[in-house]
T-cell receptor, first 117, second 114 residues
């Protein structure tokens, strides 16, 4: 019954490496999101996408980029990983129809814990 | 702009006691409000949401929250805590656009003592 799947639960990378975090949803949702979770800071929005090939910056986009070539897939890219990007990354999706009962309700993946050494 | 403040990063209660987790929001437009729960090593699950149909919202696992516009609050309560309620709880706010962007609070860790 998994609906939002993040490809890697745990990753360890070196400073300067390029990192790809993949997220796939099977609910035909229009909206997809990448959040970063840090203790004491809650969840902070990195990027979101409301349609294929569309993306918007969230609150902390610096050092990240995203790609959405297909509706079901939303990738987060760290072009050159740094130690301050060590964190838990959460992907989520939601329907784009504001009239639906699930409007604005995010369904989350299990998270990807990234450690940058 | 919207924001959420959760009062208390850690709350500890005894099993069977009342749970009260506090959330205050700021929004220039009528908001949607949410509570999510995160169990260890898992993603977030929706507990309940407020979308203006009723100010008292009932969610899963016996939790409920009341929207108070005059106090800009959306506190989460449960009459009797269970050991399985130990988790991290997040309050979130969104506008009513179809982008579905949520702004989250800092989170409150609930500890339940036997």
């Amino acid at each position: 019954d998994v609906k939002v799947t993040q490809s890697s639960r745990y990753l360890v990378k070196r400073t300067g490496e390029k990192v790809f975090l993949e997220c796939v949803q099977d609910m035909d949702h229009e909206n997809m999101f990448w959040y970063r979770q840090d203790p004491g800071l809650g969840l902070r929005l990195i990027y979101f996408s409301y349609d294929v090939k569309m993306k918007e910056k969230g609150d902390i986009p610096e050092g990240y980029s995203v790609s959405r070539e297909k509706k079901e897939r939303f990738s987060l890219i760290l072009e050159s990983a740094s130690t301050n990007q060590t964190s838990m990354y959460l992907c989520a999706s939601s329907p784009g129809d504001i009239a639906s009962s699930g409007a604005n309700v995010l369904t989350f993946g299990a998270g990807s814990r990234l450690t940058v050494l | 702009a919207q924001s959420v403040t959760q009062l208390g990063s850690h709350v500890s209660v005894s099993e069977g006691a009342l749970v009260l987790l506090r959330c205050n929001y700021s929004s220039s437009v009528p908001p949607y409000l949410f509570w999510y729960v995160q169990y260890p090593n898992q993603g977030l699950q929706l507990l309940l949401k407020y979308t203006s149909a009723a100010t008292l919202v009932k969610g899963i696992n016996g939790f409920e929250a009341e929207f108070k516009k005059s106090e800009t609050s959306f506190h989460l309560t449960k009459p009797s805590a269970h050991m399985s309620d130990a988790a991290e709880y997040f309050c979130a706010v969104s506008d009513r656009s179809n982008t579905g962007k949520l702004i989250f609070g800092q989170g409150t860790t609930l500890q339940v003592k036997p």
